[in-house]
């Protein structure tokens, strides 16, 4: 046996703590994890279910949902399983590889999603009267498969980087993820080509997409500073503020974590919590407690449901 394949179980050490807070914690992200996955089936099965939201906003609406849904479900439970075993949460190499495929595959298809996310609001609010004829059902589809797909080329390029690498000695990960800037600090040979890579495709991908969306978002402000009626400046504004909201609170610890020089296990592991924890929560609880229609389709739907 090669000193390559002697690590088979990586040890996940989960959030900087102390010894006295893994119950609270626990209790805690339990919650926030039930809540974050029935938040999102809510939203899948009202605009599912009512006609009304069957828009271009609310189609990737549903995607953000679906993704935030699964997003949480590989990154939580673990972290769940840290807290609850002292000396950190077990997990063999090729679940390792898994965690760390769908992390990047659904947190880049994320990514694109609210690229996207930002387009179809600039077309929605720049070209009102243009609006449904450029963003038909097709266009609908395609831009979201395309969101998929290059989430998924976008995985599997970080996955391959990593893991082709030999691991030989030590198998704590100081994460309560599989994520790469952790375990390239475990492998047996020089990371500096590998972690220049990673730097630059995940610097390309993050801040790319930022940078369209601040763009989106600075046409969507002149165009929304030019409607005459104060009802319908307060309405665009209103409309584009949940998705800032979300959008800050998932770019901003992700480029603080991959964009910068060095890495800070403890400060990366709190900062992560935003993107991988927060914001699948905050998905459900914006766009509904923000948004009439929405809530207006909830009332719909407790109505269908108490007179059944």
Known sequence: MSNESLV?????????????????????????????????????????????????????LTNLSFIDMWFSTVTVPKMLLTLASPGGGAISFPSCVAQLYFFHFLGGTECFLYTVMSYDRYLAITYPLRYTSLMTGRTCVLLATSTWLSGALHSAVQTTLTFRLPFCGPNRIQHYVCDSPPILKLACADTSVTETVIFVTVGMVASGCFLLIVLSYVSIV?????????????????????????????????????????????VDGVVAVFYTVLTPLLNPVVYTLRNKEVKKALVKLKGKIAHS
């Open 8 to 60: 088979t179980v990586f040890v996940l050490t989960g959030l900087p703590r102390a010894p006295g807070l893994d119950t609270p914690l626990f209790a805690i992200f339990l919650v926030i994890y039930v809540l974050t996955v029935l938040g999102n089936l809510l939203i899948l099965l009202v605009i599912t279910l009512d006609s009304h939201l069957h828009t271009p906003m609310y189609y990737f």
């Open 222 to 266: 002149c165009s929304i500073l030019r409607i005459r009626t104060s009802e319908g400046r307060r309405r665009a504004f209103q409309t584009c503020a949940s998705h800032c909201i979300v959008v800050l609170c998932f770019f901003g610890p992700g480029l603080f974590i991959y964009l910068r020089p060095g890495s800070r296990d403890a």
